[in-house]
Structure formats: structure tokens, C-alpha cells
């Protein structure tokens, strides 16, 4: 019998990959809201400095995968595969943003759950040792997502309480093999070998957190600077972060079609897929510290906790959902919360992983959504299906 096989749609690594690093950048919204300090690199500039919204969301990833392989201290020629994707169609933001690097590429699609889909198949390749470094990647924007999906910025029309504001950013994670040994206690990382290098930043070591509104706020209002690089934000590698299974999703299709209330449309496959996960491993919600969904929102949240409920699994008071994580939406007027690739990948990034890594968070299943809808579709009056895909993270 196959011990890494887990029920209908789980595995369970018996040789548990690490992830090495992690990189968030993000927009000007983004840099706004609770997770300020936490971003890695933070622009006024939500275009980069790019002339469109397409350009700019490649520039993102540029500088997410970048600063991963620098914290990680590799070169990219050391990933033996890349796997990313975007929301926009054939993927361009990714192809433009990653073709410099010149790694090996799978180009993805889960829409926003495609973090949870990259860092699956990353950690799948890493741990049957096809290479000794893998990177996921993926990214989203509000102007290119509202230019494909909606409407031009420039039209202004007005949105629904349910709808959700796409996260401009982006997030990039090195998975290595459980061969591969950590970096030292101290910290120090070896240069990269050639290839992409980046001096080393300076900057002082992040704020603590003072959690006033939300256990994720952290201190007062910071104005990202002109170069755009948080300077609260130490640049470390991570030593005790494991990816220790996956439960793949399925997609579910509750019939419903309105794409202004994508929570809702979500939170079935959301629900669909943390219960199989307690099934495929013989869990209950109790195992893990934080159950973290991608970008549910307030109105998804709830009904996946009603739907979970009705199942006899009670996830209150251990469920976090990254799209009320990211933002404050009493201050920021986004309504149900945030989405897109970029939510759940900067959350996971910037807030998640560090406390994995600082043992306060022993266990976490990660469920990036996706709501698997297109222009043509929504245009053709059909529903709205979602995905959500597990990752289970451990500290070691």
C-alpha cells in the first residue's frame, strides 16, 4: 500500500519538503491596510513604473521571484521548476514576468487559488526529488483584473457590498527538498552562484505586533517609501516550515452566478475541501492552530462555517480568511474583503509563514479559493464554480 496516498485526494509526504523563502509585494492599497509593516516591498506607484496595468502585475512577480532567491540565497538557475500563474488570459502577467529568469516553467490556472495549486505541485516535485529547489509564484491586480473582468477604472461604476477588491501584489515561495539542508541558526545565507543577484538590503528588524483591531493589525500607518522597500521588514530564510501533505480540490458548482458576490461561490469548494482533508488524514478541526482560507471574504466566511458546521466540524475561533486579513474594510471601503491570486500568496508570505516559522503556529491548513469564471462564461450567463486547494504546514 502506498503510505503517501491519503484517502481520495490527499498525500501525505513521508520525506516533508521545506519552504525556504518567501517574498510579498504589493501596491498602494495593500501597503494601507494591517499587514503594512509585514510587505516585503510596497509601492505609491501602482504602476510600477509601467505603462499598463499587464506590465505592471509582471513587474510584481519580477521582483517577488527575485527577492525570494535572494532571501533564499540561491541563484535561478538552481530551480529546476517554476510554476505560476496570474488571473489574466493565457496567463501573460506571468509569462512576461518570469521569462528573464529563464527557469523551466509549468503556467497555471486556478484563479485565486492558484497559489495553493503552485506550492502543491512544487512540493510534489520537491519531495519525489525531481529537483532541489522548486519555486511557486503568482499574482494579481486591481487594474488589470478590473479592466478584463469588470470594468476601466476610469468608468467608475459602482460595486455591490458583496463584491470583493482585487489585491494588487504579488507572492513567490522556494520549496526545497527534505535533502537539502537549512541554512544555520544565525541566519547567515550564501551568496547566489550567478544569475539574478541583488546586493543585500539594510533595515531594521520588524516592529512587534500590538494587535488592536485584528490579532494581524500591526502598529501605526507607514507610507511606503519612494524606493518602494519596506524598511521594517528583515529579510530572513526560514529554517522550520514544512509542507507536510496536500488535498488537492475538486471543483464545485453550487449553480450560483452572480460574480460581484464570489465568496458565496467559493465557500462550497472551500467547504468541500477541508472536510476531505479531515476525512483523507483522520483529522478534525482541532489539529491545526489556523485553518486559513484565500479570499473568501466576510459573506464566504460565513457560510463556510454554516457549511462546515452542518458537516459536524466547528472551525470558529481557529479560521482566518486572508481576504479579511489584508485590509481593514472599515478603513478602506472594500467591502466583503479582498481577493485575487495575490491575496491569499502575500498573506501567506508576509503573516502566515513567519509564525510557522516562530513555532507560535504549529499547524496550519491553507486553503486558497478560486472562483473559475471568464469573461466568455460570465458573459454566456453560466455559473460560477470554485476550487480551493489544501496545504498542510508544519513547523518543524
Given at each position: 500500500?502506498?503510505?503517501?496516498?491519503?484517502?481520495?485526494?490527499?498525500?501525505?509526504?513521508?520525506?516533508?519538503?521545506?519552504?525556504?523563502?518567501?517574498?510579498?509585494?504589493?501596491?498602494?492599497?495593500?501597503?494601507?491596510?494591517?499587514?503594512?509593516?509585514?510587505?516585503?516591498?510596497?509601492?505609491?506607484?501602482?504602476?510600477?513604473?509601467?505603462?499598463?496595468?499587464?506590465?505592471?502585475?509582471?513587474?510584481?512577480?519580477?521582483?517577488?521571484?527575485?527577492?525570494?532567491?535572494?532571501?533564499?540565497?540561491?541563484?535561478?538557475?538552481?530551480?529546476?521548476?517554476?510554476f505560476g500563474g496570474d488571473l489574466l488570459r493565457q496567463g501573460i502577467a506571468t509569462s512576461m514576468g518570469v521569462e528573464d529568469f529563464q527557469i523551466p516553467m509549468f503556467g497555471l490556472y486556478g484563479a485565486c487559488s492558484t497559489s495553493g495549486e503552485a506550492l502543491a505541485l512544487a512540493a510534489m516535485s520537491a519531495s519525489a526529488g525531481y529537483g532541489r529547489y522548486m519555486m511557486a509564484v503568482t499574482s494579481s491586480h486591481f487594474g488589470s483584473a478590473e479592466k478584463e473582468f469588470r470594468f476601466p477604472l476610469g468608468y467608475a461604476n459602482q460595486r455591490p457590498l458583496s463584491a470583493q477588491w482585487t489585491v494588487t501584489?504579488?507572492?513567490?515561495?522556494?520549496?526545497?527538498?527534505?535533502?537539502?539542508?537549512?541554512?544555520?541558526?544565525?541566519?547567515?545565507?550564501?551568496?547566489?552562484?550567478?544569475?539574478?543577484?541583488?546586493?543585500?538590503?539594510?533595515?531594521?528588524?520588524?516592529?512587534?505586533?500590538?494587535?488592536?483591531?485584528?490579532?494581524?493589525?500591526?502598529?501605526?500607518?507607514?507610507?511606503?517609501?519612494?524606493?518602494?522597500?519596506?524598511?521594517?521588514?528583515?529579510?530572513?530564510?526560514?529554517?522550520?516550515?514544512?509542507?507536510?501533505?496536500?488535498?488537492?480540490?475538486?471543483?464545485?458548482?453550487?449553480?450560483?452566478?452572480?460574480?460581484?458576490?464570489?465568496?458565496?461561490?467559493?465557500?462550497?469548494?472551500?467547504?468541500?475541501?477541508?472536510?476531505?482533508?479531515?476525512?483523507?488524514?483522520?483529522?478534525?478541526?482541532?489539529?491545526?492552530?489556523?485553518?486559513?482560507?484565500?479570499?473568501?471574504?466576510?459573506?464566504?466566511?460565513?457560510?463556510?462555517?454554516?457549511?462546515?458546521?452542518?458537516?459536524?466540524?466547528?472551525?470558529?475561533?481557529?479560521?482566518?480568511?486572508?481576504?479579511?486579513?489584508?485590509?481593514?474594510?472599515?478603513?478602506?471601503?472594500?467591502?466583503?474583503?479582498?481577493?485575487?491570486?495575490?491575496?491569499?500568496?502575500?498573506?501567506?508570505?508576509?503573516?502566515?509563514?513567519?509564525?510557522?516559522?516562530?513555532?507560535?503556529?504549529?499547524?496550519?491548513?491553507?486553503?486558497?479559493?478560486?472562483?473559475?469564471?471568464?469573461?466568455?462564461?460570465?458573459?454566456?450567463?453560466?455559473?460560477?464554480?470554485?476550487?480551493?486547494?489544501?496545504?498542510?504546514?508544519?513547523?518543524?
Amino acid at each position: 500500500m502506498n503510505e503517501i496516498v491519503k484517502g481520495k485526494q490527499s498525500l501525505l509526504f513521508l520525506q516533508a519538503p521545506r519552504i525556504v523563502s518567501a517574498s510579498s509585494v504589493v501596491g498602494s492599497k495593500e501597503a494601507e491596510g494591517p499587514l503594512r509593516k509585514l510587505f516585503d516591498r510596497a509601492e505609491k506607484d501602482d504602476l510600477f513604473g509601467a505603462q499598463t496595468w499587464e506590465e505592471a502585475e509582471s513587474t510584481m512577480q519580477k521582483e517577488a521571484c527575485m527577492t525570494a532567491l535572494h532571501k533564499a540565497g540561491i541563484s535561478a538557475e538552481e530551480i529546476r521548476y517554476l510554476f505560476g500563474g496570474d488571473l489574466l488570459r493565457q496567463g501573460i502577467a506571468t509569462s512576461m514576468g518570469v521569462e528573464d529568469f529563464q527557469i523551466p516553467m509549468f503556467g497555471l490556472y486556478g484563479a485565486c487559488s492558484t497559489s495553493g495549486e503552485a506550492l502543491a505541485l512544487a512540493a510534489m516535485s520537491a519531495s519525489a526529488g525531481y529537483g532541489r529547489y522548486m519555486m511557486a509564484v503568482t499574482s494579481s491586480h486591481f487594474g488589470s483584473a478590473e479592466k478584463e473582468f469588470r470594468f476601466p477604472l476610469g468608468y467608475a461604476n459602482q460595486r455591490p457590498l458583496s463584491a470583493q477588491w482585487t489585491v494588487t501584489g504579488s507572492g513567490a515561495f522556494v520549496v526545497a527538498g527534505a535533502d537539502v539542508p537549512p541554512e544555520p541558526e544565525s541566519g547567515t545565507k550564501r551568496e547566489p552562484e550567478s544569475g539574478m543577484k541583488r546586493e543585500p538590503e539594510s533595515g531594521m528588524k520588524r516592529e512587534p505586533e500590538i494587535g488592536t483591531k485584528h490579532e494581524s493589525e500591526i502598529g501605526t500607518k507607514r507610507e511606503p517609501g519612494a524606493s518602494g522597500k519596506n524598511e521594517s521588514r528583515e529579510e530572513t530564510c526560514f529554517r522550520h516550515v514544512r509542507i507536510t501533505g496536500i488535498t488537492v480540490g475538486k471543483i464545485v458548482d453550487y449553480g450560483l452566478k452572480d460574480s460581484q458576490n464570489m465568496g458565496a461561490c467559493m465557500a462550497p469548494a472551500a467547504m468541500d475541501t477541508i472536510s476531505r482533508n479531515f476525512e483523507d488524514m483522520g483529522r478534525s478541526a482541532g489539529y491545526y492552530d489556523r485553518i486559513i482560507t484565500g479570499d473568501l471574504g466576510c459573506i464566504g466566511s460565513s457560510i463556510l462555517t454554516d457549511l462546515l458546521k452542518g458537516q459536524g466540524h466547528d472551525i470558529r475561533g481557529r479560521h482566518l480568511d486572508c481576504g479579511m486579513t489584508v485590509f481593514d474594510r472599515e478603513t478602506q471601503d472594500t467591502h466583503a474583503g479582498g481577493s485575487g491570486c495575490g491575496c491569499a500568496a502575500v498573506t501567506l508570505a508576509a503573516y502566515v509563514l513567519p509564525k510557522i516559522e516562530s513555532g507560535e503556529w504549529g499547524r496550519v491548513l491553507f486553503v486558497p479559493t478560486g472562483a473559475l469564471m471568464s469573461t466568455v462564461s460570465f458573459n454566456e450567463g453560466a455559473s460560477v464554480p470554485g476550487i480551493a486547494h489544501g496545504i498542510v504546514l508544519e513547523h518543524f
